[in-house]
Antibody, heavy 123, light 108 residues
Framework: QVQLVESGGGLVKPGGSLRLSCAASGFTFSDYYMSWIRQAPGKGLEWVSYISSSGSTIYYADSVKGRFTISRDNAKNSLYLQMNSLRAEDTAVYYC????????????????WGQGTLVTVSS | SYVLTQPPSVSVAPGKTARITCGGNNIGSKSVHWYQQKPGQAPVLVIYYDSDRPSGIPERFSGSNSGNTATLTISRVEAGDEADYYCQVWDSSSDKGVFGGGTKLTVL
């Protein structure tokens, strides 16, 4: 069965950095787009970033562009989010989610989600 | 940027029909997906491509999309349907994912 397991969250000071990881299993990871989506405490869902199956195409939300970097290692079935220059407003649960296959790409739904990892940015 | 507008809350009695709307400029031209999120849990896809249901989602869940409004309809509502519901599209003009603000469904 499809499993997505996030790790790497924690408490970090404003201006600091953190790297999130998402370990995927139960499907051919290299065939699918992947995404990071976050949810601030008590708030709604916010799409953060998307990476194509090969890693050649990447998109970011305006709120994180220039500070966050999404990447993937298809040999390790892993998705990453490098977060730099963190701000208090980046505090959220970060979810890894599976998107579509190459043929359907970004219009596909997020059909599987991990349980999330909490990132807290505070001094 | 593209904006999706959902009512903050919808209340319905058990056994009745709940309709949750998602408004957006010409949303009928986009593919809309709906997610259910219960407290402390990750979101779950309940409707994709406007009206398709993933396996395991009850037939009571249905969707439609036309003009400027997409609608998630839950028939014969049960207590277990109480959750937050989010609509989502991909905005190809800006190459960004967009979620609605979410609707809290309360079963009276």
């Amino acid at each position: 069965q499809v499993q997505l397991v996030e790790s790497g969250g924690g408490l970090v000071k404003p201006g600091g950095s953190l790297r999130l990881s998402c370990a995927a299993s139960g499907f051919t990871f290299s065939d699918y787009y992947m995404s990071w989506i976050r949810q601030a405490p008590g708030k709604g869902l916010e799409w953060v970033s998307y990476i194509s199956s090969s890693g050649s195409t990447i998109y970011y939300a305006d709120s994180v562009k220039g500070r966050f970097t999404i990447s993937r290692d298809n040999a390790k079935n892993s998705l990453y989010l490098q977060m730099n220059s963190l701000r208090a407003e980046d505090t959220a649960v970060y979810y890894c989610a599976r998107g579509g296959a190459e043929i359907t790409g970004t219009t596909s739904p997020f059909d599987y989600w991990g349980q999330g990892t909490l990132v807290t940015v505070s001094s | 940027s593209y904006v999706l507008t959902q009512p903050p809350s919808v209340s319905v009695a058990p056994g009745k029909t709940a309709r949750i709307t998602c408004g957006g400029n010409n949303i009928g031209s986009k593919s809309v997906h709906w997610y259910q999120q219960k407290p402390g849990q990750a979101p779950v896809l309940v409707i994709y491509y406007d009206s398709d249901r993933p396996s395991g989602i009850p037939e009571r869940f249905s969707g439609s999309n036309s003009g400027n409004t997409a609608t998630l309809t839950i028939s014969r509502v049960e207590a277990g349907d109480e959750a937050d519901y989010y609509c989502q599209v991909w905005d190809s003009s800006s190459d960004k994912g967009v979620f609605g603000g979410g609707t809290k469904l309360t079963v009276l």
